[in-house]
Structure formats: C-alpha cells, structure tokens
C-alpha cells in the first residue's frame, strides 16, 4: 500500500505531504484546486517522463517521494528487476532546474525502465479516457492468472524466460561474431597452410640454412681443405714430417733430464691433435662435395622461408614462429567460439522447450477461467448502470513472451445493438473507468492488489449507480488500497478517509494544499458537493444520511 506521498515544487503545489489510509481513500476539492496536479506528480514516481516545466520555482528542483509499505511476494518483481527489496520501500523521483532527472529505488539509483516494471506492481492509475491498462496484452492475461492462481508458477516461468533472453541475446551476439569471423577464419586458415606447406620445419631451418651454405662454397672449402691437408701431411716439408723429426730427436734426449722428458711429451700430444685434424679434414672433403639436386632442394627450402618472413615483415625465424602461434592462437579462438555456439544453441533450445511446455500448462488453465469471468464481470456491469453490457475475453496463442504464449484481448459493448470490439474503439471514459472497477472488484477476490487509483470513475453517473459505484469502491477497499477522485457525494460518503484539496492564495503566487476532514468537516463538503456553496439544513442532513 501507499503510505505517505511528498511533494515539493510541483506546478502550483510548493510543498505537500499526505498519508494515506490503508483502505478506501477519496478526494475531492474544487475544480481546478489541483486534484489532477496530483495525480501528475504521482506519476513521475511511476516512470513518467518530466521536465522543467514541472517546477513551481525554476531555481530548486522538484522532488516526488513515495513510501510503499508491501508484501514479501513482491520480492521477485525487485530481483527480475535488479534493484533492492524492502518491505518499507522509498521511490523518490527528482527533476533538477537544467531538466535533468533522476530516479531511486530505497535509495539506489534507477532507470525510468526499471521504475515503471516495479511500480506498475505497487500502484495502478486509471484515469478518465486513459485505456492504457485496458489495452496492455499481458493486462487480461495477468487477472486470468489470478483467477487460476497460477502466479507463483507465472513468476518461475518469467524468471526461466529472463535466463532463456539472455541466453538468447548471447547465442545472437556469437552468431553475428561468426559470421563476422568468417572471412577471418577463411583468411587465418590459408595463412596457417602456407606454414604447414613449407618443406622444411622451421625449427631446422638454421641446420638448413647452414648445409646450404656449406653447398654453396663447397669448391672453395675443398679447396682450403686441400691446401691445408697438403701443409700438414702430404708434402715433403709437411708439418707432421717436421713434428716427426723433432719427436725423434726429443725422444733421444728425453731420459737425460725431466725437461727434455717434458718436452718431448708435448710435442707427441701436439702430433697426435694434428693427426686428428687431418683425419677430421679428410672426412669433410668427402662431406662437402658439392651434389647441384641437394643443393637445389636446400636453396627451395630456405627460399619458401624467407619468403614467409618477408611477407610477415620479420627478420628472424623466431619472430616468424611467433607469428605462427599466434595465428593458430586465433584460429583456436575462433573454434572456441563456433564450439561455444554449437553448445549453447544446444542449451537454449532445452531452455525453450522447457518454457514452451510450461507455457502450454499456463495458458490451459487461463482458458478454463474465461467463462467464469465474462459471466462475473457481465454481471458486475449491469449493476453499475450498464444493464445491456456484453464482454468478451479472446485468448490468442502467440510466440512466447515475458508472460506466457498468449495475449488477451477484451471485446466490449456498453450498449444495446453495439457488437462487441475492442476498448480503442468502443466505451466512453465513465464506461471504460466502470470497466476496470469491476474487473478490480473480480481480481480483488483472488489476490492482493497494488493501490489502486481512479480518477473520476464517476463520470456520467448519479442516482442510485453513484451508490453501487461508491459501495463498491467500499467493499474493495476493506480488503484493498483505493485512492479515488470523485465528484459525487454518493461515492464520496463511502470512504474510510476523507482528503480535501483546496487553492490558497497570497499577494502574488497561487498554491495547491489538501487537508484530512474530520466527521464535521465532511458533512459540510458532502453538503456543498450536493447543493453547491453554502448548503441548507436539508442538504447537512442529506449529508448525514450519507455517511450512515
């Protein structure tokens, strides 16, 4: 229920503060005193959009704060919604002078979305010619439910369908990401097969490279090789024959002293590591021999790598094996992805399975609840003054939605000879505000309702509908919170709590107040409301019968 409404700079109203009864309020005051400025400021707790030409005083902002006393069930409305759940919530809406607006929830702040899902279950405004609830697909839906009490399995299916969109908003984004990557992974794959074509590994290519060089100058080297060999031990003064000589001569002396002994040894290690060199010469002169097929096959090999790495603009083959991991890094990232997709398409179709089977068993039972309903609700109108009313309740099975596969569409006809239609195009305002009360009056049997507020639901009634009217609005309001606006004494006397709204006036600036009447005070208003200004004694105890 709404429990204290605040107002500050709003139009003609500086500063206002109400606190409403939990059961049937009423509202009455003159015309033009700001019952409708009212119901404005109310709204922009409801996600209303607003500038600044709500501003009584064009330098401060304007601040509408509502206080909600409600129940624990509503806690689900706050989780779809992401926002803070209190059993005392605060919604405080403000419009700062440069037009800016912000809104809160208990004190976090929120979007105008988010403010309209969450109050849209706090409070309902239906105000004369406004249809909007009326003609809302999920409105009809969403009674029927009530009807069938099947909200608690209508919330676990919202909450799995908000899983099911998300999951499908991601399973979209990977879709349009892959088709995007196409090309890209078209692109990447070629670049990796032209590394896999390489005739040579890249992590031999030094070894190949170095073999290719050897090829390259193998004339050249065979002949070092040879001129080498030839100074160390084929010519007639070879070194060898030169360290042979010596060694022999050393050895002659060798026992003579331990020097000569010495000597005569590092000379023979020094023979010996020459004749290992020649050996070691000897086995690459037959190595190095130039073969023309070898070396055209090593020059491809080394060419194709070169090519790679001019190509990929770097100057070594590690930088060239980088790039390699790193396309391939992108090629698996792309895989990943085309997994992850394959995957979770998977999953979102169990999950829309799963919901299209739940939303089958919900809309059956909203089916079997509609003749009971047009035949109530039938019947209801006929005692609120429309004796020829005819309604019908179309359930349409549509893809799955945020409630269900289905929409719900009223066809109405206030009058004798009028075939049933839509509500945008039949009913006048009273008609349609009478509508609504009663389908109120049906939903208020099966569950607790948000406040619910009318504005002159009374319009083009009197006599003895005013008092079914007013009667009515009592009997919901034991059960419920009803504010209501009403220019009628029979609905006026049936309140638990009487507010009047008045203008007062100083030298230069007009204001809006409201007040609370007591027992003596309302006699007096109902009085007025019945003959005008300064009522007679029959119209006081006219008055009094009222309140009875």
Partial sequence: MLQKLEIKNYAIIDEMNINFHQHFNIITGETGAGKSILLGALSLVLGKRADTSVLRNEN??????AWFNIDNKYKSIFEINDVD????????????????????INDTPCTLQQLQEVTNHLINIHAQGETQKLLDDFFFCNILDSLANQQKTVEEYQLAYKQYKKALNQLNHLKATQAKNQKEQDFLQFQIEEFNQLSVSLEDYDQVNSELLLLQNAESIQQQLNTALQHLDEGDFSVLQQLSTVNKALSSIASYNDVFSEININVFNIQEELNSIVKQINQNIAVVEYNPNRYELLQEQVSSVNKLMLKHQVNTVDELLQVQQSLQA??????????????????TKKQFDAL????????????????????????????????????QLQLNTTELNAIGNNIAELYFSPNKGIAPNTLNKVGSGGEKSRLM???????????????????????????????????????IGKKHQIIAITHLPQVAAKAHQHFFIYKNHDKSITYTNIKVLDNETRIHELAVMLSGDNPNQAAIENAKILLQ
């Fill in 356 to 391: 299209n089977k739940q939303a089958i068993s919900i809309a059956k039972n909203r089916q079997a609840q509609i003749n009971g309903f047009e035949k109530e609700l039938t019947q209801l109108l006929h005692e609120l003054g429309m004796e020829f009313a005819v309604v």
């Fill in 330 to 347: 992108q090629l698996n990232n792309i895989d990943e992805d085309n997994e992850q997709l394959a995957q979770l398409e998977i999953s």
């Fill in 60 to 65: 401060d902002k304007c601040v509408v704060e």
């Fill in 437 to 475: 009360l009663a389908i109120k009056s049906i939903e208020a049997k099966h569950q607790a309702l948000p406040t619910m507020i009318f504005d002159e639901i009374d319009t083009g009634i009197s006599g003895e509908v005013a008092n079914r009217v007013g009667k009515l609005l009592q009997e």
């Fill in 85 to 104: 759940f209190d059993t005392t919530t605060i919604i405080r809406r403000e419009i700062n002078s440069n037009g800016k607006s912000r809104a809160f």
